[in-house]
């Protein structure tokens, strides 16, 4: 993601979550493809993502950053 490139990120994100449901790392996952999809101002989709992420696993701890970013992207969408 700090590298600028988003597309790809959330692409190789979405990858790894089709094949490797229950995975360990599949909290992180999520987070990063619904931070990129928020970075590449796809806001409805990065809203989507993030109450996702807190619904599936609320208690990881990217799940305990997730509403702040959700309510980012509810904002810059317009939608308050």
Known sequence: L????????VEYGKTFLKGRVGHSLEPDV??????GLLRSK??????AAYR????????HATAQKAPLRQAT??????KY
């Not at 796809?42 to 809203?47: E, F, G, K, L, T």
């Not at 996702?52 to 208690?59: H, I």
């Open 30 to 35: 999520r987070y990063i493809v619904a931070e």
């Open 73 to 78: 992207a509810l904002f810059l969408e317009k």
């Open 2 to 9: 700090d590298l600028g490139e988003l597309d790809q990120a």
């Open 52 to 59: 996702d992420l807190t619904q599936k696993f609320p208690n």
């Open 42 to 47: 796809q806001y409805a989709a990065a809203d």
